[in-house]
């Protein structure tokens, strides 16, 4: 019979801790500079905007956030939604700090920020507004540079169509902030909800 030795248990154990040990020691030091850089400082910059509902009906009024009317004449009634009409998607600021949308996009179509006090100054195809409230004459929009919602905020993102679309087509409906937050949306072309 030949015999087989093999290595003691106690031998087998302390290699095994031994190996662990120096396994453990070389993750420490390599995630050493990932935890230093990685480190938040300040506030942190979380963004969140809530879809409440939308208003992309086939009508000549476009109805906002607050159940108020734009009386600014949103397309012709009953043609589609063709270029050079409108439509509006509600959204609300669920974030601690305002929310700065750099693009907009609707069914594929990109859209770009104009500026006014109210939505009257929207008049070219492909540009939309942020309203915050609607008047007696024209929904209220933000007049600064730059699209944005303060927290807590409601508002309604008009789009002037930049494409015809057809009645009945789920669109998308995709905001990109100023840190690089996305929020994807629904719509139902010809409908209204919320």
Partial sequence: MTSRR???????????VAIAVVG??????????????????????IESLKFTGYDAADGTVLTLHDNGNSTTVSGVAGN?????????VYVQN??????????VRFAGSVYTFQSGTDDTALATDGKFMVATKSTAGAATTVATTSAEIQPGQ???VILELADNIKV??????????GNGAVFVGTVIVGQTSG
Avoid: C, H, W, Y
Avoid at 7 to 16: D, F, N, S
Avoid at 169 to 174: C, E, G, T, V
């Fill in 24 to 45: 453990g020691s070389i993750i420490f030091v390599f995630s050493q500079g990932f935890f230093s850089a990685a480190q938040v400082s300040g506030s942190p910059n």
């Fill in 94 to 103: 669920n974030s601690v700090q305002k929310v700065t949308l750099n693009e």
């Fill in 154 to 156: 409601q508002a309604t």
């Fill in 168 to 177: 009945g087509r789920d669109a998308q409906f995709k905001m990109i902030t």
């Fill in 80 to 88: 589609g939604l063709i270029t050079g009409e409108r439509i509006g």
């Fill in 6 to 16: 093999a290595v003691a248990p106690i031998i087998a154990t302390l290699l095994l």
